[in-house]
């Protein structure tokens, strides 16, 4: 999996502290704000799931209204909006994919990872070059079935189960893949996410 | 199933794609406030944040942020060459009034410059006849109307330059009418010697260019606007100069 750099681009000198308090004051200028924030970050996460530019920019749209009509339930003091910004966005188009493919929603999960209060008390800076450099080291140093098993699972939104009849693979396999992936990334990120 | 049992799982439930059991288990854990599954999940929450941006960074066209704004009610200029053209010709336009109008303000002032000019001239070669015949050397004074409410004044005549009229006392005349003054020579019928103006404060000054030698008295009557042949009036006063010519 390739990380780039695009977390240079999300990572604002200011905080987002006051942009909230501005949306939550239905001041649409501090929508467009957002947008020239984490648009282009927005949209990048929803193009690589969806692989198509004019649905892609249907969900980012879709994504704005969702954060602009939810944002009254976030507490700015308690973290930054880009991390919920981009739970929906990608939910957004996780769901679509899955609507697509004839494959059941867990609209529950969606809808719990919908909501901005999970993500009042994540750290502002959480989405830094710094934190960026360390995810990327963290991906690359995966086997290729273990980065593959865990873009499936964020960017095509598979379950194990689905992977395994993707891959072709036996479930107890891929299931090995993804829990080796996710304590190796737990292990070298552990740094980085908040103790 | 126990915390321990569960962690495995808790990026899958952030992210939506974890299995049954695992998938309830983690709910009721959650639902009961589970302490090590809230923090677990919190974790992985923020592991899916990090993921989030490790897409290949693209471009969205410029119009979607002006479609996001115009869903929620703002509406964004869009941006094209008509605002620069329809502001070009805007300009152009104005400044094609506004040096219209300067050129006309201009050739206004140039006018108004020339014409104060032209009576300055006027005024200045009135001063210099006027210098010129009371410094004449045979130039003589003659003063009427002294003592008197009515006008009074001064009369200089030079038998070769011409007559100077200095009067005070003389009220502006009446509208459509005008002071016309008379050379009246011995034995002869006036002569008009030119229309003239008293000002507001009741002065006036008149010159007449011109041979005086036969002059033999210098009289002011009120005649029309466009002037008289003859006097038509009374004359306001008559100063004899005869007497003083050499």
């Not at chain 1, 909006?81 to 929906?88: E, T």
């Not at chain 2, 998938?23 to 009961?32: T, V």
Request: charged share 25%.
């Amino acid at each position: 999996m390739m990380l780039l750099p695009i977390f240079l681009a999300i990572h604002a000198a200011e905080d987002d502290t006051g942009l909230v308090a501005r949306m939550q004051r239905r001041d649409p200028q501090a929508l467009a704000e957002l947008y020239d924030r984490y648009g282009r970050v927005t949209y990048s996460l929803i193009l690589r799931v969806v692989r198509d530019g004019g649905i892609a920019e249907d969900l980012v749209q879709e994504t704005f209204l969702r954060v602009w009509n939810r944002v009254h339930g976030f507490d700015a003091q308690k973290g930054s909006i880009g991390p919920w910004l981009l739970a929906v966005a990608r939910n957004r188009a996780i769901d679509y994919l899955r609507s697509a493919g004839g494959r059941e929603r867990n609209a529950v999960e969606f809808e719990e990872t919908d909501h901005p209060a999970l993500y009042c008390d994540m750290e502002k800076d959480l989405l830094s070059a710094d934190k960026a450099r360390k995810v990327k080291s963290a991906v690359e140093k995966l086997t290729p079935n273990q980065r593959q098993v865990i873009e499936l699972a964020y960017f095509e939104g598979l379950s194990q189960t689905e992977m395994a009849a993707r891959m072709g693979q036996p479930l107890g396999t891929v299931k090995t893949w993804v829990r080796t992936a996710l304590k190796n990334l737990r292990e070298d990120l552990g740094a980085v996410v908040s103790a | 199933m126990n915390c321990n049992e569960l962690r495995d799982h808790y990026e899958l439930y952030a992210i939506g794609v974890a299995d049954e059991p695992e998938r309830s288990e983690i709910r009721a854990h959650l639902n009961r406030d589970c302490e090590v599954c809230m923090n677990g999940i919190r974790k992985a929450r923020e592991v899916a944040a990090l993921l989030g941006g490790t897409a290949a960074p693209m471009a969205p066209s410029p119009r979607l942020r002006a479609r996001i704004l115009a869903s929620v009610g703002v509406e964004q200029r869009r941006f094209g060459w008509a605002p620069f053209l329809a502001a070009a010709l805007a300009l152009s336009l104005f400044a094609v009034v506004y040096f219209a109008g300067r050129e006309r303000d201009l050739g206004n002032e140039i006018a108004r410059v020339r014409d104060i000019n032209r009576q300055q001239t006027i005024e200045l070669t009135r001063v210099n006849e006027a210098f010129a015949i009371v410094n004449g050397p045979d130039t003589v004074v003659t003063t009427f109307g002294e003592g008197e409410p009515k006008p009074k004044g001064k009369v200089f005549v030079s038998p070769t330059q011409g007559v100077l009229l200095i009067a005070s006392n003389l009220r502006p005349a009446p509208s459509g009418k005008a002071y016309e003054m008379w050379v009246i020579p011995n034995g002869g019928k006036p002569k008009p010697a030119g229309m003239f103006q008293s000002s507001a404060e009741g002065s006036a000054m008149h010159v007449q260019r011109g041979s005086m030698q036969d002059a033999n008295t210098i009289a002011v009557t009120l005649e029309p606007e466009a002037g008289s042949d003859a006097p038509t009036s009374t004359p306001l006063f008559a100063a004899p100069i005869r007497a003083l010519v050499p």
